[in-house]
Protein backbone atom coordinates (compact mmCIF):
# COMPACT_ATOMS: atom_id res chain seq x y z
CA UNK A 1 0.00 0.00 0.00
CA UNK A 2 1.11 3.68 -0.32
CA UNK A 3 1.96 5.76 2.22
CA UNK A 4 0.17 9.18 2.38
CA UNK A 5 2.41 12.31 2.28
CA UNK A 6 1.48 15.40 3.86
CA UNK A 7 3.01 18.70 4.03
CA UNK A 8 3.28 20.75 7.32
CA UNK A 9 3.92 24.05 7.82
CA UNK A 10 5.69 25.47 10.97
CA UNK A 11 3.46 27.77 13.18
CA UNK A 12 -0.20 28.37 14.14
CA UNK A 13 -3.04 27.09 12.29
CA UNK A 14 -4.24 30.69 11.72
CA UNK A 15 -0.63 31.81 10.23
CA UNK A 16 -0.94 28.02 7.93
CA UNK A 17 -3.82 29.51 5.68
CA UNK A 18 -2.42 32.78 4.36
CA UNK A 19 0.60 30.92 2.58
CA UNK A 20 0.35 29.45 -0.50
CA UNK A 21 3.25 27.60 -2.04
CA UNK A 22 4.30 29.24 -5.65
CA UNK A 23 6.71 27.85 -8.27
CA UNK A 24 8.16 29.65 -11.25
CA UNK A 25 9.97 28.37 -14.25
CA UNK A 26 12.35 30.61 -15.30
CA UNK A 27 15.67 30.34 -18.43
CA UNK A 28 19.14 30.82 -16.52
CA UNK A 29 20.93 33.37 -18.11
CA UNK A 30 24.26 31.29 -17.95
CA UNK A 31 23.47 27.88 -19.27
CA UNK A 32 20.18 27.98 -20.99
CA UNK A 33 18.27 25.77 -18.60
CA UNK A 34 15.08 25.77 -17.16
CA UNK A 35 15.24 26.17 -13.04
CA UNK A 36 12.12 26.35 -10.74
CA UNK A 37 12.03 28.62 -8.11
CA UNK A 38 10.14 27.81 -5.43
CA UNK A 39 8.66 29.63 -1.73
CA UNK A 40 6.15 29.91 0.24
CA UNK A 41 3.77 33.13 0.10
CA UNK A 42 1.16 35.35 1.42
CA UNK A 43 -1.94 35.16 -1.00
CA UNK A 44 -2.20 38.76 -1.16
CA UNK A 45 1.76 38.47 -2.47
CA UNK A 46 1.30 36.12 -4.96
CA UNK A 47 1.09 38.60 -8.08
CA UNK A 48 4.29 40.35 -6.96
CA UNK A 49 6.18 37.20 -7.22
CA UNK A 50 5.28 35.33 -10.57
CA UNK A 51 5.61 39.60 -11.89
CA UNK A 52 9.12 40.30 -10.66
CA UNK A 53 12.00 38.33 -12.46
Not at 13 to 21: E, H, W
Not at 42 to 51: G, M, S
Request: aromatic residues 12%; hydrophobic residues 40%; positive net charge.
Amino acid sequence: MAKKAVATFSGDKASKRNLVKCIKMERSERTGAYIFKEDFIAVDRTKEFFEKK
